[in-house]
């Protein structure tokens, strides 16, 4: 099972960043993805995820802001971050889940697979 995000960078307040999670070794299309940010000295939150249905979930933080969408041809997640502030500031991870129930989506112990990170600054 990989993950690997990608797509971090430096991006102004008010821009926009398009982060990419590919996935490969595992049955992808039955597969919750979220996505999770940690700042430093901060705990892992929980941001966004897309069900294997497409269903998506958002954190009132990103709610608005951010879009998530999944190509399963592609076995790719995106996570398209429109008017990021300076608290969007992290290293983003995505995660997969073979079950997570509604309530959990955005808590990381419901996901058993992750990539490394991608590192996205938000600054002028």
């Known amino acids: 099972v990989q993950l690997q995000a990608s797509g971090g960078g430096l991006v102004q307040p008010g821009g926009s960043l398009n982060l990419s999670c590919a996935a490969s070794?595992?049955?992808?299309?039955?597969?919750?993805i979220g996505w999770f940010r940690e700042a430093p000295g901060q705990g892992r939150e929980g941001v966004s995820c897309?069900?294997?249905?497409?269903?998506?979930t958002y954190a009132d933080s990103v709610k608005g802001r951010f879009t998530i969408s999944r190509d399963n041809a592609k076995d790719t997640v995106y996570l398209q971050m429109n008017s990021p502030k300076p608290e969007d500031t992290a290293v983003y991870y995505c995660?997969?889940?073979?079950?997570?129930?509604?309530?959990?989506?955005?808590?990381?112990?419901?996901?058993?697979?992750w990539g490394q990170g991608t590192q996205v600054t938000v600054s002028s």
């Open positions: 995660a997969a889940s073979r079950s997570v129930i509604l309530s959990s989506r955005l808590r990381y112990p419901s996901y058993a697979y």
């Open positions: 070794g595992f049955a992808f299309a039955k597969y919750a």
């Open positions: 897309i069900s294997s249905h497409g269903l998506p």
